[in-house]
């Protein structure tokens, strides 16, 4: 068992945004780039639950990219999270989220919990003296309104250089710091999809736009900036190593994994990854776990895989099985796609899912149990977050483990659709959560 303090003295700053859509996440890979040219080690963080940036974080700096989620963590966890960032670099980088004032769960919130200075990433592309404007109305407004947040810093997102860049920087009130701009080249944006972003393997940012991008960063403004949290991280929680092997769907149909969970999971069993989408079997193991993903675009391969059935028969043996949201998905009895395909699945749950047009589930979770399952006892509750563009059917006589407080679930009220000692969720579990825990030690019995 280990109780290892956590370093609390990783300086940082936020790069928040206007909106969605103003360039984060090329701000950031370009702040992150124009550092190490300076001889920093930066990390990256998001604010938010969010899977797909982090990924760009991770492909371009090669160092993990943590979630920073006050709701999926609670405030002990998210403090410890961000100090872990001092494993690996100097000095971190958080994206936020949405807006920076966007939602209860907000990257406001966040950076208020760490007490760091925000660097405000408005959108150029049209504006001059109209873009300081907006960055000092978004500081006002934290005064007005009663934020406990500094926005400290402008960074003109898509800005050219020469009077564009001057028209913007001369505007500028002497209660802002000018940190530089990401000029508008080919290869900084990202295509998307239906869930965001391509993921960073998939279609990372040109590195050499990166780097000409990076040379209009002011690191020198930035570093002035940065600033240690206000908090003493505590220490981290103790982890106790079991004799458990977990079996990790890791592929491309099984991407969407926290790295706090892959490190706690890493802590507590020993963890066997397999890649169904490449053909694999399940290896010997005492629990599954299938992570949300694409599993839409790996159907066929999925549907042929020799692991799905081996999992139905463990499963029905009473082996741990633990589904989150893709995971869900393909431990049900079958997947539609959006072209009207239907491939048959494990079978193991009594639910058949099909791809929608919107997102079905876009928010924070919060479960209560109903019964005891392999992740929470009747009357704890957990928090979650989903995001998906699936709806499912389940049968008339359908067993969930959890009441829906917050979110939509499965149905809207219920979410953990479970058979035998196999779980099936539409939400997402931080290792904070306590779930994973739970799931570890159902594996020991």
Not at 248 to 270: G, I, K, Q
Not at 280 to 304: F, N, Q, S
Not at 354 to 359: A, D, K, M, S, W
Request: charged residues 25%; proline residues 6%; contains cysteine.
């Amino acid at each position: 068992m280990t109780d290892t303090p956590v370093p609390a003295d990783l300086p940082g700053l936020v790069l928040a945004g206007t909106a969605s859509g103003v360039g984060k996440t090329v701000a950031t890979l370009a702040v992150c780039r124009a550092l190490e040219r300076e001889g920093h080690t930066p990390v990256a963080a998001k604010a938010g639950p969010d899977f797909i940036d982090p990924s760009h974080h991770a492909a371009t700096l090669g160092r993990p990219s943590r979630t920073l989620d006050p709701w999926l963590a609670g405030d002990d966890g998210l403090e410890r999270t961000y100090a872990r960032g001092a494993t690996d670099g100097d000095v971190c980088v958080v994206e936020g989220m949405m807006g920076l004032y966007d939602g209860d769960v907000s990257t406001a919130a966040v950076a208020a919990k760490l007490d760091l200075p925000i660097v405000l990433v408005v959108d150029a592309t049209t504006g001059m003296e109209s873009i300081a404007a907006t960055a000092l109305g978004f500081r006002a407004y934290a005064d007005r309104m009663g934020y406990d947040v500094d926005v400290a810093g402008l960074l003109a997102a898509r800005a050219r250089g020469g009077r564009h860049e001057e028209g913007i920087k001369n505007a500028i009130p002497v209660e802002l710091h000018y940190v530089g701009r990401t000029p508008p080249l080919d290869g900084l944006e990202v295509p998307e999809r239906h869930l965001g972003l391509h993921y960073g393997d998939e279609s990372a940012v040109d590195d050499d736009a990166l780097d000409a991008a990076a040379r209009h960063v002011d690191t020198t403004e930035l570093l002035a900036l940065a600033r240690r949290p206000r908090v003493d991280a505590p220490p981290e929680r103790p982890v106790e190593s079991t004799d458990v092997t977990v079996a990790v769907a890791t592929d491309d149909a099984f991407r969407f994994v926290y790295p706090s969970v892959r490190e706690h999971l890493a802590a507590r069993a020993t963890v066997e990854p397999f890649a169904p989408v490449a053909g694999d079997d399940l290896p010997d193991c005492d629990a599954v776990y299938l992570p949300g993903g694409y599993p839409e675009r790996h159907t066929e391969a999925i549907a042929e895989s020799p692991a799905l059935s081996t999992i139905a028969e463990r499963a029905a043996d009473g082996l741990p099985v633990f589904g989150e949201c893709g995971g869900l998905m393909v431990l049900g009895e079958s997947l539609t796609t959006a072209e009207g395909e239907t491939y048959e699945m494990a079978g193991v749950l009594p639910v058949s899912t099909h791809l929608t047009e919107r997102p079905v589930g876009l928010d924070h979770v919060g479960l209560r149990a109903r019964r005891d399952s392999i992740l929470a006892s009747e009357g704890e509750t957990v928090r979650g977050h989903e995001f998906h563009y699936s709806a499912a059917t389940a049968a008339p006589d359908a067993r969930y483990a959890f009441e829906v407080v917050r979110g939509a679930g499965l149905d809207g009220a219920n979410d953990g659709l479970t058979e035998y000692r196999t779980l099936g969720t539409y939400t997402h579990f931080h290792a904070e959560s306590g779930a994973l825990d739970a799931f570890v030690e159902s594996a020991g019995r």
